[in-house]
T-cell receptor, first 115, second 113 residues
Framework: KQEVTQIPAALSVPEGENLVLNCSFT??????LQWFRQDPGKGLTSLLL?????REQTSGRLNASLDKSSGRSTLYIAASQPGDSATYLC??????????????FGKGTMLLVSP | KAGVTQTPRYLIKTRGQQVTLSCSPI?????VSWYQQTPGQGLQFLFE???????NKGNFPGRFSGRQFSNSRSEMNVSTLELGDSALYLC????????????FGQGTRLTVV
């Protein structure tokens, strides 16, 4: 059974810092990995999707890397801003042979960026 | 184009009642999944549908059921509500049954009193 772990559970940084969020998964047989952002009481916003054949994806100040063989992904946020404060979740989808795309989620990293 | 729409946004129900939640996926998306989010358990998978067929089901009691219609809209139903069913219920849509990027709605906040 796939298990996803995110470290740290919470992170507080001053504005302007570069930071790294970690995600690990136990079964390397994944099709893709997705990073999401969730504001309190809201739904999930997709940030980055990395296919299993890719090593990284970039969007603006965000960069996500994937090392499938070691079961790890990192989300790098450059020059953090107070507006980045949210919970960040990673999720993996199973291989194509499974016949479905059910996501397995980590419990998230709650990020607070102070002005 | 419009995103994933979930209705209603908020619900308050009494123990023992039943509730129906609705999800309209992004136009052209045929896959819909449902998740339950609670502070203690995080996001847990409920159901996945593609073209009106249930592709996968999570480990929830039979009180939780769902369906998908020919226009890809989906509903989930919870009968005989319990206090522990209080949660944020999230719906996600994607283009296909495997590996496509998932887009989530704003969720339905269900409170059982």
């Amino acid at each position: 059974k796939q298990e996803v772990t995110q470290i740290p559970a919470a992170l507080s940084v001053p504005e302007g810092e570069n930071l790294v969020l970690n995600c690990s998964f136990t079964d390397s047989a994944i099709y893709n990995l997705q990073w999401f952002r969730q504001d309190p009481g809201k739904g999930l916003t997709s940030l980055l999707l990395i296919q299993s054949s890719q090593r990284e994806q970039t969007s603006g100040r965000l960069n996500a890397s994937l090392d499938k063989s070691s079961g790890r992904s990192t989300l790098y946020i450059a020059a953090s801003q107070p507006g980045d404060s949210a919970t960040y979740l990673c999720a993996v989808s199973p291989t194509l042979g499974s016949g479905y795309s059910t996501l397995t989620f980590g419990k998230g990293t709650m990020l607070l960026v102070s002005p | 184009k419009a995103g994933v729409t979930q209705t209603p946004r908020y619900l308050i129900k009494t123990r023992g009642q039943q509730v129906t939640l609705s999800c309209s996926p992004i136009s052209g998306h045929r896959s819909v999944s449902w998740y339950q989010q609670t502070p203690g358990q995080g996001l847990q998978f409920l159901f996945e549908y593609f073209s009106e067929t249930q592709r996968n089901k999570g480990n929830f009691p039979g009180r939780f059921s769902g369906r998908q219609f020919s226009n890809s809209r989906s509903e989930m139903n919870v009968s005989t509500l319990e206090l522990g069913d209080s949660a944020l219920y999230l719906c996600a849509s994607s283009t296909g049954p495997t590996g496509a990027e998932a887009f989530f709605g704003q969720g339905t906040r269900l409170t059982v009193v």
